[in-house]
């Protein structure tokens, strides 16, 4: 009886090796969202280069879970690091400054073109600031 618990305890877990491995194969780029790192770091068990997450974020469908209903601390926490407009690209404060969202309360996360809107101090907006 026991030996049989081992054996399919032992298949199992090969069973999910397989397919972890067969997942890793399928969705090698790293800009991927499907890719399992960047799937392991939005459920917060993969510690991936904060600027490669940022930037696969772009092809990510659910992009907004990760910001929306957010506090700027756990934003921080998340991502690392928030810029004000005034510390980012001179393209990025242009676009923000003709844009509606001029004298809102905002952030950029990192060095990357997605700006977040606060009401407050919860994140209402996730834009991606592009061709302004």
Do not use: H
Not at 54 to 83: E, H, I, S
């Amino acid at each position: 009886m026991r030996g049989r618990f081992v054996r399919v305890v032992l298949m199992f877990l090969g069973l999910v090796l397989v397919l972890l491995l067969g997942w890793d194969m399928t969705y090698r780029s790293s800009s991927d969202p499907k890719n399992i790192k960047y799937v392991m770091w939005k459920a917060g068990f993969y510690g991936m280069d904060l600027d490669e997450a940022v930037g696969t974020m772009t092809g990510d469908a659910t992009r907004d879970k990760l910001v929306l209903g957010k506090t700027k601390p756990q934003l921080r926490k998340r991502f690392g690091y928030l810029l004000e407009p005034a510390d980012v690209s001179p393209y990025l404060r242009a676009c923000y400054l003709s844009s509606s969202w001029k004298g809102k309360d905002v952030l950029f996360i990192r060095r990357s073109p997605w700006m977040v809107v606060f009401d407050g101090d919860v994140a209402t907006e996730l834009i991606l600031i592009k061709g302004c």
